[in-house]
């Protein structure tokens, strides 16, 4: 069944939790609609797992819409959402409006999403009124890695967490569908949750959110640098994939590879 920004609002009414995962090219996006995953992000952590940079911060416009176009060409039912990259929004309502119109006819992503509270309201309200649906993200946002001094929890303090639940009531009013609450103290997460009409979701912000997204590379073990704690493994990719690399160099220097049956 296609998933639209209201089949998430009527599974939040219904109490029944939302799934998302990342995705910046066809083939894993395809393995995971054929999963029936709820929502697929073409997130701008592209930039980190896909192209090996330290932040989200260089990632451009037509890296994105690029992404997004592959993913498109394989995504049926999932909602598709795209992010915005650093600096694509926060310029001006004009640039917002823009970037996120290209995101949407060029790489054919059926909402975007951008990070902030109350600062990017004006870009919210521009887009929301343009037909354009628009993801919200509160917490750890990465694009501001350099204000927070490193990917740190976010709220832990009393006035931090009175500002994030403000911003996403203010975003809640600007028009967003759903937010992104990334890293976070899961009570302050739980509260959120509970204040607003559209759903969470939540990325190490614990367990009462509305729904859960990760990113698909770092849930399926393919990265074995650095796993944070609001991780689960569900495979270990990485391990399995240098297995059967090694035996295929191993089958060629034997002289094992191809074989009778592999040649014309
Ligand atoms: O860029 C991204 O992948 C994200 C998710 C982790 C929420 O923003």
């Known amino acids: 069944m296609k998933k639209t920004i209201k089949t998430l609002k009527s599974m939040k009414e219904k109490g029944e939790k939302i799934t998302a995962l990342t ?37 451009t416009m037509d890296e994105m819409i690029y992404h997004t176009r592959s993913v498109r ?50 870009q919210v309200k521009a887009c929301v009124e343009a037909g354009i649906p628009v993801m919200g993200h509160l917490g750890m946002t990465p694009q501001s890695v350099n ?54 979701i939540g990325i190490g912000a614990g367990p009462h959110t509305d729904g859960q997204i990760l990113v698909t590379q770092d849930m399926l073990g393919m990265y074995e640098k650095f796993k944070p704690k609001f991780v689960r493994l569900y495979a270990s990719m990485a391990a399995e994939i240098k297995s059967a690399v090694k035996e295929y160099a191993k089958d060629i220097r034997e002289g094992n590879f191809p074989n009778k049956d592999e040649s014309f």
């Open 147 to 200: 204000q927070f001094g490193g990917f740190k929890t976010q709220g832990k303090k009393d006035d931090d967490a009175e500002i994030l639940k403000k911003d996403a009531l203010e975003l809640e009013k600007a028009g967003v569908f759903a937010i992104v609450l990334e890293k976070i103290p899961a009570e302050l997460a739980k509260m959120i949750s509970e204040a607003l009409t559209i759903p969470t």
């Open 73 to 122: 060409r394989a995504v049926k039912n999932a909602l598709l959402v795209a992010d915005m990259p650093f600096m694509s929004y926060q310029t001006s309502v004009q640039d917002a409006l823009q970037n996120a119109g290209r995101l949407l006819k060029e790489g054919g992503a059926e909402a975007i999403k951008m990070e902030g509270g109350s600062r990017i309201v004006e």
């Open 23 to 59: 995705a910046y090219e066809t083939l894993f996006a395809g393995l995971l609609d054929d999963s029936d995953i709820d929502l697929i992000l073409v997130g701008d952590s592209a930039g980190m797992v896909f192209a090996g940079h330290e932040t989200t911060i260089p990632v």
